[in-house]
């Protein structure tokens, strides 16, 4: 059906091309105006709020509450911990003056030198100093913590090479923020939503993610340890989807976060702080979409199911009309969410393809000859197979075709991503391999340097050390030395 839309550029012949025009044409997000922003379109957005909405109960079951917080933040906030300004110094926007006026010719409007502000605000990349810096006025005794909070909002960090979703100067994301009376409480937290987060991946998106902690160089800057959920795109490269951190007590201490203990001594608080941003939109497109558009997981279809009348006059329209009625009533209390796209707008072949690039996982079509026979043709968006299926208990059979969906997808790009994990432990054959994509297990003798030279010569990165990977004793293949681990090693987003 692309035939009836613009083509897509082939993901084989540039997959970077390909999915940049998938974003605008499937009608997900634009450029901005606004150097390095984008803006999400309606469709994009309504994925982005199906997320969010499964997410936030996520959060709610373990405990969590949504809050908000100050866009803008001091900037003397950010000094108060030096690994954490290092870190986001150079992603920092700040804002200077509050005021504008018009210049001496009235033909344009310039900054008004006497409105500077005493103190420069930091446009939020981040929010555990002003987080931290409200907890102090919150926290006193051992009984009020666990604090267990969330914000959804958005966050700046000045990007110089955007693109749609996976980096972009501006995006919407949460932030959990989190405090603790006890370290091993905090550790416990961090690894809980790193557990979350994967399982929203795998289950939600059909996204399968290996889990794993960061090496010091790959950690948030100011946490103690960094876990990750890594997953692969169809190009082989590393997509980092969401990551749980564990800031020990280094903004505790920062920001004079006391609390009196069941001892009745003053300690500092233990911190923790976990997100997930719109990357996870791109995530989503480069791990299923094919050369006809976008392949949605049902769970996250602003869509599941599209009905398509085919007709030649009014008459054969309204038999059709009421024949889909019962159906699209009982996909709806199903909790389904169902389209019928009776409008005469556009020729049935052209919608064909629109529902297709946008990914509508079922597609039913329905006719005068369809109806003599009791019978609808019933297309699934993933294989793209088309079957002749009765009216009579369509409802049910769609509902249980969804699901197989769901399941399939997953399967498609776990046995994708499995076939890609190679074991190496030759440096010059990596060099070569990598080039090509995957996910590679190297040993690792845990040293900076080594992930230096690695990272310059090949651009690619340790990703994580893998949770549930047999750490078998072994030798770095860059250095010589003694492994510490057996880590995951590509190339990223």
Avoid at 32 to 54: F, H, L, N, S, T
Avoid at 390 to 419: W, Y
Avoid at 439 to 448: N, S
Wanted: hydrophobic share 40%; glycine share 6%; proline share 4%.
């Amino acid at each position: 059906m692309a035939k009836e839309l613009d083509f897509l550029t082939k993901r084989s012949e540039d997959y970077s091309k390909w999915y940049n025009e998938l974003v605008v044409k499937a009608d997900l997000a634009e450029q901005a105006d606004v150097r390095g922003c984008m803006v999400i379109k309606p469709y994009g957005y309504a994925i982005w709020e199906k997320m969010q909405r499964i997410l936030d109960d996520k959060f709610k079951e373990t405990g969590v509450q949504n809050a908000y917080f100050p866009l803008l933040i001091p900037k003397s906030f950010l000094s108060r911990e030096a690994e954490h300004v290092e870190g986001f110094a150079k992603e920092c926007a700040v804002v200077t003056h509050y005021r504008l006026k018009t210049n001496e010719t009235h033909d344009g409007v310039i900054v008004d030198p006497a409105a500077k502000l005493e103190e420069e605000l930091i446009i939020r990349p981040t929010s555990e100093t002003i987080i931290w810096n409200t907890f102090k006025n919150w926290i006193h005794s051992y009984r009020d913590l666990p604090l267990l909070v969330n914000q959804w909002c958005n966050v700046m960090r000045w990007e110089m090479r955007t693109r749609l979703f996976l980096r972009t100067s501006e995006f919407l994301w949460q932030e959990g923020h989190t405090a603790h009376a006890t370290r091993e409480e905090a550790e416990e937290r961090a690894k809980m939503m790193l557990k979350v987060y994967a399982d929203f991946a795998e289950n939600c998106m059909a996204v399968p993610v290996v889990q794993g902690v960061k090496s010091e160089t790959e950690r948030f800057a100011g946490a103690l340890d960094t876990y990750t959920i890594e997953a692969m795109m169809q190009d082989g490269k590393a997509l980092q989807s969401g990551t749980s951190h564990f800031l020990g007590q280094n903004f505790g201490k920062a920001f004079e976060v006391q609390f009196l203990n069941r001892d009745n001594q003053p300690e500092y608080a233990w911190a923790t702080s976990w997100g997930v941003s719109t990357r996870l939109m791109g995530a989503l497109i480069m791990t299923h979409s094919d050369d006809n558009g976008l392949v949605l997981p049902p769970a996250l279809a602003p869509t599941q199911v599209v009905i398509i009348p085919i007709y030649k006059n009014d008459e054969q329209l309204q038999k059709v009309d009421e024949a889909v009625a019962p159906i699209v009533a009982e996909l709806r209390q199903m909790g389904i969410s169902v389209k019928y796209d009776n409008a005469d707008n556009k020729r049935p072949g052209f919608k064909f393809a629109d529902y297709e690039l946008k990914g509508v996982p079922v597609r039913l079509v329905l006719g005068a000859r369809d109806l003599e026979n009791g019978t609808v043709e019933v297309m699934r968006r993933d294989t793209l197979e088309k079957e002749t299926q009765r009216l009579e208990g369509i409802a049910a059979r769609v509902k249980d075709l969804l699901g197989d969906i769901q399941q399939n997808i997953f399967q498609k790009a776990k046995t994708f991503r499995d076939a890609h994990i190679y074991e190496c432990e030759d440096y010059e054959e990596f060099k070569q391999r990598v080039k090509d994509g995957g996910f590679f297990l190297c040993h690792w003798d845990g040293t900076p340097e080594t992930e230096a030279r690695i990272k310059e010569e090949t651009q690619a990165t340790i990703r994580c050390v893998p949770f549930g990977v047999e750490q078998t004793p072994g030798t770095d293949m860059v250095s010589g030395k003694p492994a510490v681990a057996r880590v995951l090693i590509a190339r990223s987003y």
